[in-house]
């Protein structure tokens, strides 16, 4: 998770910059995982952990091996990934803190800046999760696709969802 977020600020920061008709605009691809640890092929691994496909994004692309998070708490933490701001600024100390984006309503918030570069952003998962659809849009910008709110149903088929649980202790089933 660490170096996803550091790698996740610095291509952030280098997007932004780049002007939104610039033909050697680089794809962005943000992946966030709870408690990923070294597990993925390119950073070690795990016995357990088969990472083909991001093995071969890390390859084409920049892995960080030294990244912090600001703070320990999932809320603020994702906060301050989406603000690019730190819970002493934003105010945001834990995960019952709410209502940030109302005392600081310039701060653009990161999807919503991919979106103003010329970006198409597609977001869903638990990064992206709110329980009501005013403060999804505000918070995660208007644009998203994918939301928990969109009215076409998704099927996925048994093979397709991962299984639950493993034989590591760790994992609860």
Not at 5 to 31: E, G, H, Q, W, Y
Not at 39 to 63: E, S, Y
Not at 122 to 149: A, C, D, I, M
Not at 161 to 167: A, I, N, V, Y
Request: one cysteine or more.
């Amino acid at each position: 998770v660490k170096q996803l977020i550091s790698l996740i600020v610095v291509v952030f920061c280098l997007s932004v910059t780049m002007k939104a008709d610039d033909p050697k605009r680089p794809n962005v691809l943000f992946i966030a995982i709870d408690d990923l640890n070294d597990w993925v092929g390119c950073f070690g691994g795990h016995p357990q952990a088969i990472t083909p496909n991001m093995d071969r994004l890390a390859k084409r692309g920049v892995r960080f091996t030294n990244a912090h998070c600001a703070a320990p708490l999932c809320g603020p933490s994702r906060n301050a990934i989406f603000t690019g701001r730190q819970p002493f600024q934003t105010g945001m100390y834990n995960n019952s803190d709410k209502g940030w984006h109302k005392k600081h309503p310039k701060v653009i918030l990161m999807p919503k800046a991919f979106g103003q570069g010329g970006y198409a952003t597609y977001g869903t998962g638990k990064l992206l999760h709110s329980s009501s659809k005013g403060v999804f849009e505000n918070e995660y910008y208007t644009g998203q696709r994918w939301s928990p709110f969109e009215s076409k149903k998704v099927n996925y088929t048994k093979a397709e969802l991962p299984s639950k649980g493993s034989d590591n202790p760790r994992h609860v089933v």
